[in-house]
């Protein structure tokens, strides 16, 4: 029998406000253990939460990029269970009320893009950290650090609308790419402020019921998401095969082992006793402010990628790999303005300059090949100053120095010979020095035209013109 794999993921996504969600702490991240805490997100008794507007805008500006309705009437709840990192006993979330309802989202995957669907995007406090230094004496202990604690979260829910694991992968990284645009979280997974679970379940293929789920927690990348609801695939098809049923429960991704385990068994809604929170009123969202946020969103990603596809006419592949952070788009807007040669960038930037900021773990901020001297650098293709080949080696240089590109070309002597004559020149040395492949090449071996090309290159260090080294050399060689 063939399965078809059905996946709903919810994202919890740290919002970069300068404070808490109810209280005025600061959310810096790596300060000292509970150096960042109140009375109020260390829940002591008496204390009143006062919501953060700032969270609440950030809130609605993720739903308006989803295309979600935003509540005008919201609520926020309480979710009760006992954990040492959770001093008051419960997290304050929303429940029946959500902020922002009924969005979605587009994907693109091997060039079709498809809807998912968002059920919903609500607002609530994180907890603390619990950190586990091992044991001093025979009892083993723990440590908790509040710093987290009220630091505040939108968790964006899907529906269960993907069929693959690289479907997962695009929807998770095109809600990065929306959150990183509208500057309201940095969306970075290995860190925490972006944390994916994943329901997955299996049903035959053609049927209309979906299976029972399992929820996979632990992936700190998007690769690790996709490897664990592979995993999981298999195993749920296994279970199946074998005449068993699934269980529904909560699994834990072990990257290093590559496989699932079983953490605990599903706990329900019911289990939390969700009710509304009595000491926060009713939110309330006027439509005018509602407006007001939507005019404040920026151009966004599928915006951002069908504008470079229509405008500079590059690949709707390129268009998608060069928006995936705006800092990239914007860097690949400004070379273009400088060389005028969309194409010819966006292969500079989405092969060459990606590469060195992943293998340099670099931001292109950083990055010391400012796009106006790569926009010169195409620039010199373009005219013929330099060859491609060359331009590498430019690139490089330019990675090392940070100097433009005339600099370098000047001081290593690298432009391009197009001189007939001193191509002529060469060519007929190389041809007087191998008598012998010219033989074979005039009897018959044209394969071998490479092999004269590759010559003449190696003797003016890679910089003769190759159109003009390929045409002199065949015209020589024919006749
Ligand atoms: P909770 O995990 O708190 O019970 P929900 O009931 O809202 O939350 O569902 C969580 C996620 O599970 C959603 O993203 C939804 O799309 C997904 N989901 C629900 N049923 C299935 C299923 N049978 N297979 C795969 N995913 C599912
Ligand atoms: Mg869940
Ligand atoms: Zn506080």
């Keep these: 029998m063939e399965y078809e794999p059905v996946i709903g993921l919810e994202v919890h996504a740290q919002l ?25 997100c260390t829940g002591q008794p008496g204390v009143l ?62 060039g079709d893009t498809k809807r998912i669907g968002l059920t919903r995007i609500h607002m609530e406090e994180d907890a603390g950290k619990l950190v586990h230094p091992g044991s001093f004496t025979d009892t083993p202990y723990s440590l908790v650090d509040y710093n987290r604690s009220g630091v505040p979260l939108i968790e964006i829910v899907s529906e269960p609308d993907m069929r693959s694991p690289r479907e997962a992968g695009a929807y998770l990284r095109t809600l990065r790419a929306i959150l990183r645009y509208l500057e309201i979280s940095d969306g970075n997974m290995e860190e925490g402020s972006f944390r994916c679970d994943a329901n997955i379940s299996v049903r035959p293929r053609g049927s209309e019921k979906f299976g029972t789920r399992t929820e996979l927690k632990n992936m700190n990348s998007f690769r690790n998401v996709e490897k664990a609801l592979e995993y999981e695939i298999e195993r749920q098809i296994a279970v199946l095969e074998s005449g068993e049923t699934v269980v529904q429960e909560t699994r834990l991704w072990d990257a290093a082992a590559g496989v699932t385990r079983t953490m605990r068994g599903k706990e329900e809604a019911d289990d939390y006793r969700y009710f509304p929170d009595p000491d926060l009123l009713p939110l309330v969202v006027e439509e005018s402010w509602v407006e007001d946020v939507r005019k404040s969103l920026p151009e966004l990603p599928s915006e951002k990628r069908d504008r470079l596809v229509s405008q500079y006419g590059i690949p709707l592949y390129d268009a998608e790999v060069i928006t995936a952070e705006k800092a990239v788009a914007d860097y690949f807007e400004a070379c273009v303005a400088v060389c005028d040669a969309p194409k010819q960038a966006s292969n500079w930037v989405m092969v060459e300059v990606l590469r060195e900021l992943k293998e340099s773990k670099r931001e292109i901020t950083d990055f010391p090949v400012t796009a106006r001297h790569l926009g010169e650098m195409i620039l010199m293709i373009e005219k013929g100053t330099i060859s491609g080949k060359i331009a590498k080696t430019v690139f490089a240089e330019m990675v090392a120095t940070g100097d433009p590109p005339e600099k370098i070309v000047r001081e290593k002597n690298l432009i391009q010979v197009t001189d007939q004559e001193a191509i002529e020149a060469v060519i007929d040395e190389v041809l007087s020095e191998n008598p012998e492949q010219v033989d074979r090449y005039r009897g018959g071996k044209t394969k071998l035209l490479g092999f004269f090309v590759g010559q003449v290159m190696k003797k003016t260090k890679g910089k003769a013109n190759p159109q003009m080294v390929n045409k002199i050399l065949k015209e020589k060689l024919d006749k």
Excluded: W
């Design 16 to 40: 970069n406000t300068s404070t808490k969600i109810f209280c005025s702490c600061s959310t810096e991240f790596g300060a000292p253990p509970n150096t960042h805490i109140c009375p109020v």
């Design 49 to 110: 939460p006062v919501l953060n507007k700032k969270v609440v805008e950030y809130a609605i500006k993720m739903g308006l990029a989803t295309h979600c309705t935003i509540a005008r009437v919201s609520r926020f709840a309480r979710k009760n269970y006992f954990y040492p990192d959770l001093p008051k006993g419960y997290q304050i979330s929303q429940y029946e009320l959500p902020l922002a309802e009924h969005g979605f989202v587009e994907i693109l995957v091997d």
